[in-house]
């Protein structure tokens, strides 16, 4: 429910509602928009009367949100979020690239890579520390020591890291050490997980279940901010289709259909949703265009012996051709390309 004030209604009146309100036992949150403030009401609002609401001579009108989804909702927050992990900004009139191997495999892989991704104009790093894999006797990941490499190169380059967190065990280590955390595809539905996630002070990149619609993946953004953690940024990663050439099928629909629902920032994955280095420029072309406010590419220094994903694995050549293709049509997206921090 959303209770829309009448424009210059004193803060006081605002204060005297929110209180009226929060004794009902919902939470109120309020948005200020250009003249007029709009209180988002969350909790058991079935039994609030509205009629007795609208009788306050400041409240302009109250409407019942359908939408199962609230904190995430763009009814309640009608302006685009803005996003900052490690002082690098998502969303609102900035487009920015993350980039990085699938995996951490050695201190001198992720260290060339980030250096290499930081040249060509990524502002973020990322790499794979704990890996989901379809097989057990796949290589999973380095673990807390991939961790450590990746604090080396966040060292060395000074790119914030951004890196796939699979249990709640390690939420406290990653609370510390991680400037971004990743919750894959895989788990856009582990429950306990996201609702600890909901819990940490660091944000949160929320990428696609392989086969959610956008109302789950919503959800999936909701079970994280009820906790308390708004700082989630959508990744739309490709979804299963009946299509086998490709590895998945990107969504670009999904780019302007989240942004009506939701104010959250939304970033594309090219590398996942096609699987193959040579789709990784044309979709995340696409993306820009269809108005994603960033990317995550998968780029390694030697894609053919990379331990993970190396088939959709740009080089750090190829890395550079698309950054260059990016500049002049993020600008005519009117976005600014976000650069390094330092
Ligand atoms: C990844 O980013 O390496 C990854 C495993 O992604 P996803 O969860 O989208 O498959
Ligand atoms: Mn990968």
Redesign the pocket.
């Known amino acids: 429910m959303v209770v829309i004030m009448k424009p210059g209604t004193p803060q006081e009146e605002i204060n005297r509602l929110t209180v009226q309100l929060e004794d009902l036992g919902l939470t109120v949150s309020p948005t200020n928009g250009v003249g007029c403030t709009i209180l988002g009401l969350v909790g058991d609002t079935t039994s609030v009367d509205m009629g007795k609401i609208t009788l306050n001579e400041n409240v302009d009108r109250v409407v019942r949100i359908q939408e199962p989804f609230k904190k995430a909702n763009r009814k309640f927050h009608p302006q685009d979020s803005v996003i900052l992990a490690g002082g690098v900004p998502f969303g609102e009139g900035t487009f920015t690239v993350i980039a990085g191997p ?2 951490v495999e050695s201190k001198e892989q992720i260290i060339e890579v980030a250096q290499d991704v930081k040249d060509c104009g990524a502002a973020m790093l990322r790499g ?1 520390a704990f ?1 989901p894999r379809s097989s057990p006797y796949s290589f999973q990941g380095m673990g807390l020591d991939g961790l450590k490499l990746l604090e080396e190169a966040r060292e060395a380059t000074g790119l914030p890291i951004v890196t796939e967190i699979m249990s709640p065990k390690y939420c406290d280590i990653f609370e510390e050490k991680v400037d971004l955390i990743q919750i894959g595809a895989r788990n856009m539905q582990n429950f306990d997980l996201l609702k600890e996630v909901g819990k940490m002070s660091k944000p949160v990149l929320l990428k696609r279940g392989l086969s959610s619609s956008y109302e789950e993946w919503m959800l999936s953004a909701e079970y994280i901010m009820s906790e308390g953690n708004e700082n989630v940024i959508l990744c739309e990663r490709g979804i299963r289709t009946f299509e086998t050439e490709t590895r998945n099928t990107m969504d670009v629909s999904a780019i302007p259909c989240v942004k009506r629902m939701s104010h959250l920032p939304i970033i594309a994955d090219p ?2 949703s096609g699987g193959y280095y040579w789709l990784v420029e044309p979709l995340a072309l696409a993306a820009a265009a269809a108005g994603a406010d960033g990317l995550i590419v ?1 780029v390694h220094n030697d894609p053919a012996n990379a331990k ?2 190396g088939q ?2 740009l080089t750090p050549e190829n890395f550079r051709a698309l950054m260059e293709k990016l500049r002049p049509l993020v600008e005519m997206m009117g976005k600014t390309l976000v650069q390094a921090v330092v």
């Open positions: 699938c995996s794979g890996k590398s996942h998968e993970c994903d959709q694995s």
